[in-house]
């Protein structure tokens, strides 16, 4: 009877969160024996006749002591319960980390893999460029002279003029014409008509830049296209020319001959195109030849 009446009152003070002196563990026991219809005053003295006070002293220390390790093993239970749902929450964003991490590796891998596929296909574009830009050189070479053809100086010429319109950069050229050259050619023959040709092909590419543009026109008639020039500029490297081909003797047996040369020279304006250019060219020469020959006229 009397380990029930302990139990019951435990249990209620737990309930009503008591804090279990004696003095308030002795009211709450008695009153829970009133419930219980014993009487109070056969209660006390059953108590203090059969249980000495440090039994129940000892029983109620040990009950406490049975329900606090009940409670500390709840305790420890949903503490290991609320760590184990940490530890698989953060093992869960660890996973959700390491797939992540494992996804940017392979988009890095991915994308090095397209950088060095694109610079592959960029170096092969490079080359496969070199590769046209030298067959386009020998397609429009000249066999004779080594110099471009006149196609080429169309293409060379758009260029220069898109470059003017788009960023305002000059460019000249002048138009080259070997006087007489028929009667070279009846008088001494096609061979050294040809050697003649090949002379000057070859003293124009040496007396002008690498970014000049040296063309065999057609037949006894030579282009050069000279990019960022102005006309005085390109006026002193037709002089130059003129003056080194002067000093060019030519023989065939005992027989001796110079060349000289009639030169137009033109600057590109503004609103040019590829005839309007040409035609000015091509009127300064003639202009030359209509002066006697042997001249440079200047179309400015």
Not at 121 to 127: G, P
Not at 185 to 214: C, M, T
Not at 223 to 250: G, H, Q
């Amino acid at each position: 009877m009397i380990e029930e009446l302990i139990a019951q009152t435990l249990n209620k003070a737990i309930e009503n969160n008591v804090n279990l002196t004696p003095y308030n563990y002795y009211k709450l026991f008695i009153e829970t024996a009133t419930q219980n219809g014993l009487n109070l005053t056969d209660l006390k003295k059953y108590l203090y006749e059969e249980y000495k006070e440090d039994e129940l002293t000892d029983q109620i220390k040990e009950r406490i002591e049975r329900i606090v390790d009940n409670v500390k093993k709840e305790i420890s239970n949903a503490s290991q319960n609320i760590s184990e749902t940490l530890i698989a929450q953060e093992n869960l964003h660890l996973e959700d980390a390491s797939n992540a991490y494992e996804e940017i590796e392979k988009l890095k891998k991915i994308n090095l893999s397209l950088k060095m596929n694109l610079e592959k296909a960029m170096r092969n574009i490079d080359l496969e460029r070199e590769s046209l830009e030298k067959v386009k050189v020998k397609v429009y070479r000249d066999s004779l002279t080594g110099l471009y053809l006149r196609e080429y100086l169309q293409i060379k010429l758009k260029e220069n003029l898109y470059y003017m319109e788009r960023y305002g950069r000059i460019f000249s050229l002048f138009m080259i014409d070997v006087d007489d050259f028929k009667d070279i050619n009846d008088k001494f023959g096609h061979q050294i008509g040809d050697n003649v040709l090949w002379q000057i092909g070859n003293l124009i590419k040496k007396n002008i830049r690498s970014s000049d543009i040296p063309v065999r026109y057609g037949g006894d008639e030579f282009v050069v296209l000279m990019p960022e020039t102005d006309i005085n500029s390109a006026k002193k490297v037709a002089e130059k020319f003129t003056d080194k081909m002067s000093k060019v003797i030519f023989k065939k047996k005992d027989e001796e001959f110079k060349v000289t040369f009639s030169i137009g020279l033109t600057c590109v304006r503004k609103d040019d195109t590829l005839d309007s250019i040409m035609e000015r060219v091509d009127a300064a020469l003639y202009s030359s030849k209509r002066s006697g020959k042997n001249s440079i006229t200047v179309f400015d």
